[in-house]
């Protein structure tokens, strides 16, 4: 697998990078003022664990001070809206590959990889109405199973030769009840046909691929039995999921490291491996949000805790939590191919204004593209783990 590793000629030059810096040092007396800052990075950090991603648009690429950051410290892009089924094909038979294809060519010049994503998103408010009718009337379950199909190998066939990763289906399973699937017109009409569809047409036409089915909250214990049943079925029938992608919306003190830990262990068990694919850790919350029947929105319009900085507190506990979680992926990286941030610093973050608008500071990077204590304490955890 040519195209995916997990950065092994970054520890070989970083090892160079090292040895010319000792020797600097014994020259001079001291480090090269900002040797430090200069040469600190995430991917290199985690070179030979996974590989380290971050989600972008153009307008990141376009932003000098984003744009060097992103080189910097990572060497994965996803697309953060580009690729998605409804932003390729807006209507039937019309492709807009104008944004994708200049991500993918910004990628190809940096040597960064590229994750699809993704080729269906298993809900129908994330499905345009052209794919839901066919003139007029209600889509037939055939009409819609040559549809997927037609959208993922155009997709796919296009950008094979890049694209190392794919996120193939996303959020298909039922957050609540017993229902194992979310309810669309994908289940009404196909049951899970279209998820075999789906991974059996991606596999087909991107043979070197990761394929991977990416969902939000499946290490809660109640979502996580129906993710452990559901892949352990897909791999009985044979369907090419190679990896469960954990998209990793954290909040501020949840008990999310140990419910990882838990779900880890249960993945590796079935044989699958993991992404983490949108990391984040809002520092506001956004339980309540949907907490009684959505009756605290009103007051929830309105609350904006921290309107021009986090506070200290805030963001020692954010770096403390982000370390333990960077602890796990550490002891876990046997089977973890990639960890990838949502958004690349505070001010692009998508928590500003999901699911009400606030100021929030989920990321490792500031709005001015400073690290933040989290980067320097997830650092530290890479290098506690290396010095051991
Ligand atoms: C989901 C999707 C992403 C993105 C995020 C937040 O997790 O998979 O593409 O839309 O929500 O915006």
């Keep these: 697998m040519q195209k995916r590793n997990a950065g092994g000629q970054e520890q070989s030059s970083m090892s160079l990078r090292l040895q010319v810096y000792c020797l600097l040092i014994v ?21 030979g664990r996974f590989l380290m991603g971050v989600s972008v648009n153009q307008s990141d690429l376009e932003d000098d001070a984003s744009r060097s950051l992103l080189l910097r410290q990572f060497n994965v892009i996803t697309p953060e809206n580009c690729m998605k089924p409804q932003s390729l094909q807006p209507k039937e038979g019309e492709f807009h590959f104008g944004q994708s294809d200049l991500l993918v060519d910004f990628a190809k010049t940096n040597e960064l990889q590229v994750v699809g994503h993704c080729l269906l998103w298993a809900k129908d408010d994330r499905t345009s109405q052209w794919m839901m009718i066919n003139e007029d009337r209600p889509v037939e379950r055939d009409v819609l199973l ?5 959208h993922i190998e155009k997709v796919v066939t296009r950008y094979a030769e890049h694209v190392s990763m794919w996120d193939v289906v996303n959020e298909a399973i039922n957050d609540s009840g017993e229902k194992l699937y979310r309810d669309s017109v994908y289940t009404r009409l196909t049951g899970d046909e279209f998820i075999e569809l789906a991974f059996r047409t991606a596999r087909k036409h991107d043979p070197s691929a990761l394929l991977i089915y990416n969902d939000y909250d499946c290490h809660r214990p109640h979502k996580r039995e129906k993710l452990i049943r559901f892949l352990t079925e897909m791999k009985q029938r044979n369907i090419p999921i190679d990896a469960y992608g954990i998209q990793g919306h954290l909040s501020l003190g949840d008990d999310s490291v140990d419910q990882l830990r838990i779900t880890f262990d249960q993945l590796r068990k079935i044989g699958m491996k993991v992404v983490i694919t949108e990391l984040d850790i809002d520092v506001v919350g956004r339980d309540a949000w949907w907490a009684d029947q959505g009756s605290q929105r009103e007051r929830l319009r ?3 805790p921290y309107p021009d900085a986090c506070p200290d507190e805030l963001l020692q506990k954010q770096s403390e939590q982000y370390a333990a979680l960077f602890r796990l992926f550490v002891e876990n990286s046997d089977i973890i191919e990639r960890v990838s941030f949502w958004n690349l610093h505070d001010g692009r973050s998508w928590l500003n204004d999901f699911p009400w608008r606030r100021t929030n500071y989920p990321l490792l990077f500031d709005r001015g593209r400073n690290p933040k204590p989290a980067y320097d304490a997830v650092l530290k955890t890479f290098e506690a783990a290396s010095n051991n």
């Design 27 to 47: 020259l001079t007396g001291s480090l090269p003022a900002n040797a430090q800052d200069d040469e600190r990075s995430l991917r290199k950090a985690a070179a």
């Design 302 to 304: 309105h609350y904006n």
């Design 146 to 150: 040559k549809r997927i199909e037609d």
